[in-house]
């Protein structure tokens, strides 16, 4: 018995002795003291042994095991005081509240051979290919997505109302789940799974949701909202920015470095500033805050968490942004928006191909908008707060009772030109038009859309010129087959008014806005039947097919008519194609955005007339050819090229000769975008030109001062056209171009925004004609332009 009883005494020793050692679980938050915003990568060191340190993640939380009793615990992080507390016994759930520091630093220089940050942050570019994500050959991963925006400042009396009637829910709410997978160097296709929007049952922009800043900290530039900020861990960077080693600590059996960056005195360049982290294991970032230095109208956060994964890389795993509206001039009213992507199921060095990448870099899963709540709970990283559910509750009530739905399908059809109501789409760019002929043109216009046809669109206009008196209409029928191809056919009539040599490659969609529109004053009557097809074939290559019918009677006010001026017959085939290498097409579920390519785009036009067909009375070849890019150069700015070229067989009438490539209009005085700025309209004529229109915008990088910060951008156009025989076309006011026409140009942009991020840009140029065409008398080879940009630049 007394054998059993040590036994017994000895197995509850153990057992307390196991109770005792068990490690305690400590899990908590560091917020700001004052406006409880989480602080991401804060220090806290527990018992003040700097062994025992953790860093809180990109949502301000942090975890601890400890193998002993915990009594106190401190943390410290750049711009706030260090605190101290003490952790009461059995206390496992701590929240630290940290208070902004009121002592400002002094600028100090440190010579760069004695600033130790330096050495590491060379160390971290020797390794940046090694720890690149995107340089990873082939890798997939799971993201869940979520944006947040709500009214932070409550000052206002109208603003407490509003947060009254919303009940303590924010202003919106989106989540998506997406799928994306990558193979080296550019090859990304992305699928949206999931997607929910408050106030809205069919939401189709959460393809965008993601879009605001880069996937990882590593590119040369990092664009955010349109602007491009010199990374500061690119070349060179150490004589571009000031880095500061704040703090160093041990994480397992590396060390982890606190440096803060922010650009160098007297640097003109888009700079950024903010913290890095950088771990020893292949010197690679763990943690990012980054926030543009010249804080503007629109202001923007980004902060980035990495995890090692496979043993070998690091890969983002959390993403957050933060934008601020009126975060300047006095606003006491700032509209924030905060976005976070959590990222796992991470899978690298997988066997991917290039076969199994589409043209679509992002679409909608057609299911997308059913999931249940069993697969959110499955994804979300953290349950949603309460007023995140009092969000979809509120808003989606607010939706369904003001047609949020059909609000959001008039206007994602805006930038088209179109207004969407329930079963057609006005097309508002035929509701009020203006050029120098007919003057003031009222008239309408209007669609089919699918909620009457899913694949057929009917639709037309009619108009009415206040100065020539005669109507102008038209209608067409669209067949929309296989949208991954672009699969369109259609028919078309028209009895209208046209410009003379307008490009037939472009194969854009109209805009909102044209003003080129405005200056013309030679058109045509055209009363045209057309047969369209289009498609989209060998990926990145988009085909326009085209039979048409026209009789067209010049509208030209000359003294001398003569035969190229009467009215004549066409018949004409036409095939024109655009090749854009890479482009990043996205598929909302109605229709394709394209979001650009980093390589040259190329157009190509093919026409040729069918004389006797369908009583055609010309016979001709036509060509044309175009190429553009857009790329940007480190330390210098955006540099843009257009170069066309065209080549007719024979002499045809004046409207289907080359000309019109002028911009300049004394009526008018605003710049035309791929036109010469002082060049009159229609003052040369050709049946063979070649047109180089160069632009480089410095942005900002030369010229800041204070808040005024425009952007310089420099003009440089050329142009050459021949003509074989002028004596068909004596009278139409124009000559010969068989020299190298040239302008240059200097524009101001940007000049009523206080920073580089603004919705809208409004400015000014000046351009100077010289060369073989410059005009006698000095102001007369000078143009004054007005400049308007209605986008993020």
Same mark, same amino acid.
Request: hydrophobic share 40%.
């Given at each position: 018995? !007394?054998?059993?009883?040590?036994?017994?005494?000895?197995?509850?020793?153990?057992?307390?002795?196991?109770?005792?050692?068990?490690?305690?679980?400590?899990?908590?938050?560091?917020?700001?003291?004052?406006?409880? *915003?989480?602080?991401?990568?804060?220090t806290v060191v527990f018992n003040h042994n700097p062994l025992w340190a953790v860093m809180t993640d990109i949502d301000g939380r942090f975890t601890f095991h400890a193998s002993q009793a915990i009594s106190s615990v401190s943390s410290s992080y750049i711009g706030y005081t260090a605190i101290s507390a003490e952790v009461k016994a059995g206390q496992t759930n701590l929240r630290l509240e940290m208070q902004p520091s009121v002592q400002q630093l002094d600028e100090l220089w440190v010579p760069l051979s004695e600033n130790p940050a330096n050495a590491i942050i060379r160390k971290v570019l020797l390794? !940046?290919?090694?720890? &690149?994500? /995107? !340089?990873? &050959?082939?890798?997939?991963? @799971?993201?869940?997505? !979520?944006?947040?925006?709500?009214?932070?400042?409550?000052? $206002?009396?109208?603003t407490v109302a509003l947060k009254a009637k919303l009940q303590g829910a924010n202003l919106f709410l989106m989540e998506s789940v997406s799928e994306r997978k990558f193979l080296a160097p550019d090859w990304s296709e992305e699928v949206i799974k999931a997607t929910r929007v408050s106030g809205l049952k069919n939401p189709t922009f959460a393809a965008l949701a993601t879009d605001l800043q880069p996937f990882s900290f590593y590119r040369e530039h990092i664009e955010l909202l349109n602007v491009h900020y010199l990374n500061p861990i690119s070349k060179g960077t150490l004589t571009k920015y000031r880095f500061t080693l704040e703090d160093s600590w041990a994480q397992g059996g590396d060390t982890v470095h606190l440096i803060s960056f922010r650009p160098l005195p007297n640097k003109n360049f888009e700079g950024l500033k903010g913290v890095l982290y950088v771990n020893t294991n292949q010197f690679a970032l763990q943690n990012v805050i980054a926030t543009p230095f010249q804080k503007g109208d629109i202001d923007l956060k980004i902060q980035q968490q990495y995890a090692f994964v496979a043993g070998k890389y690091w890969f983002p795993e959390q993403l957050n942004y933060t934008v601020i509206w009126g975060s300047t001039g006095g606003s006491t009213e700032n509209i924030v928006a905060e976005g976070k992507s959590y990222i796992d199921q991470v899978q690298v060095d997988l066997p991917l191909e290039k076969k199994e990448f589409g043209n679509i870099s992002l679409q909608m899963d057609p299911d997308a908008n059913q999931r249940d709540t069993a697969f959110w709970e499955r994804?979300?990283?953290? /349950?949603?707060s309460t007023s995140e559910i009092k969000t979809y509750a509120v808003i989606d009530s607010i939706g369904k009772k003001h047609h949020f739905d059909a609000l959001l399908n008039s206007l994602e059809k805006t930038p088209s030109g179109k207004i969407g109501f329930k079963y057609w789409d006005l097309d508002f760019s035929k509701m009020l038009m203006y050029n120098q002929y007919e003057g003031w043109r009222l008239g309408f216009g209007a669609y089919t859309n699918e909620s009457v046809f899913k694949k057929v669109i009917l639709g037309g206009f009619v108009g009415y010129g206040l100065r020539d008196y005669q109507w102008k209409y038209g209608g067409e029928v669209i067949y929309k087959?296989?949208?991954?191809?672009?699969? @369109?056919v259609g028919a078309s009539y028209q009895n209208n008014l046209t410009e003379v040599d307008k490009h037939e490659f472009d194969l854009s969609e109209p805009t909102l806005i044209n003003l080129r529109n405005y200056m013309a004053y030679r058109l045509d009557q055209? *009363? /045209?039947?057309?047969?369209?097809?289009?498609?989209?074939? +060998? $990926?990145? @290559?988009? +085909?326009?097919?085209?039979?048409?019918?026209?009789?067209? @009677?010049p509208k030209y006010l000359l003294d001398t008519p003569v035969e190229p001026f009467e009215p004549y017959n066409n018949t004409q085939l036409s095939v024109h194609l655009r090749y854009a290498y890479k482009e990043k097409l996205i598929h909302t579920g109605k229709q394709h955005l394209s979001m650009g390519t980093a390589y040259p785009v190329f157009y190509l036009s093919y026409s040729r007339g069918l004389e006797g067909v369908f009583d055609g009375s010309l016979a001709f070849n036509k060509v044309e050819a175009a190429v553009e890019q857009s790329f940007f150069l480190k330390n210098i700015g955006k540099t843009s090229y257009r170069v066309e070229a065209g080549y007719v067989d024979t002499a045809l009438p004046y409207g289907l000769m080359f000309t019109g490539e002028g911009g300049f209009s004394k009526k008018i005085p605003v710049l035309s975008k791929n036109h010469f700025q002082t060049m009159d309209l229609y003052e040369f004529l050709?049946? $063979?030109?070649? &047109?180089l229109f160069s632009t480089h915008n410095f942005g900002a990088l030369l010229f800041k001062q204070g808040s005024f910060q425009p952007h310089i951008i420099w003009h440089n156009n050329f142009s050459w056209g021949d003509l074989s025989t002028k004596a068909p076309y004596e009278g139409s006011a124009t000559q010969l171009k068989n020299k190298v026409f040239m302008e240059t140009g200097l524009q101001l942009g940007n000049l009523l925004s206080n920073n580089s991020m603004s919705l809208a840009s409004i400015g000014a140029g000046v351009f100077y004609r010289y060369g073989p065409y410059a005009h006698p008398g000095l102001q007369d080879n000078i143009a004054l332009k007005l400049a308007f940009t209605f986008a993020l630049e």
């Open positions: 018995m !007394k054998n059993i009883t040590y036994i017994l005494l000895l197995f509850f020793a153990f057992l307390s002795l196991d109770v005792v050692a068990q490690p305690l679980h400590i899990v908590g938050q560091v917020v700001d003291g004052q406006s409880q *915003e989480p602080l991401a990568f804060a390794n !940046k290919d090694r720890n &690149n994500p /995107e !340089k990873i &050959n082939a890798f997939r991963y @799971t993201s869940y997505n !979520k944006v947040v925006v709500d009214i932070k400042s409550l000052n $206002r009396t109208d994804y979300r990283r953290a /349950e949603l087959g296989n949208a991954a191809r672009d699969f @369109t055209v *009363e /045209e039947t057309r047969l369209n097809l289009g498609f989209r074939m +060998w $990926r990145y @290559t988009q +085909w326009h097919l085209s039979l048409l019918h026209a009789r067209i @009677t050709s049946d $063979r030109y070649v &047109n």
